[in-house]
């Protein structure tokens, strides 16, 4: 029986050029993922919470990718393997669905044991008004598109892709790159999670994601179990509807 070791990223110059070191790799990151964060303050504290609408949304998500390959094209690297932009193959696949399984229920158990078994994790009273009130399922499935669809692309691209590639071609290897870009993770949602627990279920998510980019060698791996994850609490919400588990 073989062994699949885990995938080691260069640690000098790619044939194409060689990454930005690591203060510079983190200053485009945050350059990046700067506009985004600051529109999303400013509209939490905004007194008459304006609406951004989908076109602008798109704009915004867009921002960080479009500044990421400009830092590529100046560097003089292939924005595919800098971004660790592959197609994945089949084992690759089990490993981003196996560890969004592996999220999916740990985080799941540890809600419904804080609950004291009175939290499922599925809302679906709101989703039976949502159908009363003329939606769809698959409407229903993805009215939080940004989170299913937008995140794992950008939020892989920046972090397990453009910056895991600067920081493990470094002197601090790919344990270096795991850590430091789970922390940069949290450290883009302490808006959104302002929780401790909330923060640590984020960490763990980003450490395992990590785990997953580097077992692959593919941030496509990620964005599959990022997208999973995000999207399961709509969907199982839906299966206990249809189940009639409340």
Same mark, same amino acid.
Request: hydrophobic share 55%; aromatic share 12%.
């Given at each position: 029986?073989?062994?699949?070791?885990?995938?080691?990223?260069?640690?000098?110059?790619?044939?194409?050029g060689?990454?930005?070191g690591?203060?510079? +790799? /983190? &200053?485009?990151?945050? *350059?990046?993922?700067? =506009?985004?964060?600051?529109?999303? #303050?400013?509209? %939490?504290? !905004?007194?008459?919470?304006?609406?951004?609408?989908?076109?602008?949304?798109?704009?915004?998500?867009?921002?960080?990718?479009?500044?990421?390959?400009?830092?590529?094209?100046?560097?003089?690297? +292939? /924005? &595919?393997?800098?971004? *660790?932009?592959?197609? =994945?193959?089949?084992?690759?696949? #089990?490993?981003? %669905?196996? !560890?969004?399984?592996?999220?999916?229920?740990?985080?799941?158990?540890?809600?419904?044991?804080?609950?004291?078994?009175?939290?499922?994790?599925?809302?679906?009273?709101?989703?039976?008004?949502?159908?009363? &009130?003329?939606?769809?399922?698959?409407g229903?499935?993805?009215?939080?598109y940004?989170?299913?669809?937008f995140?794992?692309?950008?939020?892989?691209?920046?972090?397990?892709?453009?910056?895991?590639?600067?920081?493990?071609?470094?002197?601090?290897?790919?344990?270096?790159?795991?850590?430091?870009?789970?922390?940069?993770?949290?450290?883009?949602?302490?808006?959104?999670?302002?929780?401790?627990?909330?923060?640590?279920?984020?960490?763990?998510?980003?450490?395992?994601?990590?785990?997953?980019?580097?077992?692959?060698?593919?941030?496509?791996?990620?964005?599959?179990?990022?997208s999973?994850?995000?999207?399961?609490?709509?969907?199982?919400?839906?299966?206990?509807?249809?189940?009639?588990?409340?």
């Amino acid at each position: 029986m073989t062994r699949t070791r885990m995938t080691i990223e260069p640690q000098g110059a790619v044939p194409s050029g060689r990454p930005w070191g690591v203060w510079t +790799s /983190i &200053a485009w990151l945050v *350059a990046a993922m700067a =506009p985004q964060q600051l529109l999303g #303050l400013w509209i %939490v504290q !905004a007194p008459s919470q304006p609406s951004i609408g989908p076109v602008l949304d798109f704009l915004l998500w867009a921002i960080a990718p479009v500044v990421l390959v400009i830092a590529v094209l100046i560097r003089r690297l +292939s /924005i &595919a393997r800098c971004f *660790a932009w592959t197609v =994945p193959r089949p084992h690759d696949v #089990l490993i981003a %669905v196996g !560890a969004a399984f592996v999220l999916i229920l740990g985080i799941g158990l540890l809600a419904y044991v804080l609950s004291g078994g009175l939290e499922i994790g599925a809302e679906v009273d709101a989703y039976r008004q949502y159908l009363a &009130a003329g939606g769809t399922p698959p409407g229903f499935l993805l009215r939080r598109y940004q989170a299913v669809i937008f995140a794992p692309l950008v939020e892989e691209t920046a972090y397990r892709g453009f910056l895991w590639r600067g920081l493990a071609a470094s002197r601090i290897g790919n344990w270096g790159a795991w850590l430091l870009t789970s922390a940069f993770f949290v450290a883009n949602h302490i808006r959104d999670y302002a929780q401790p627990q909330a923060l640590i279920l984020v960490a763990v998510m980003g450490l395992i994601l990590g785990l997953v980019r580097w077992r692959t060698g593919s941030t496509t791996a990620s964005m599959i179990t990022h997208s999973l994850f995000n999207v399961w609490d709509d969907a199982f919400t839906m299966l206990a509807a249809a189940a009639g588990w409340a």
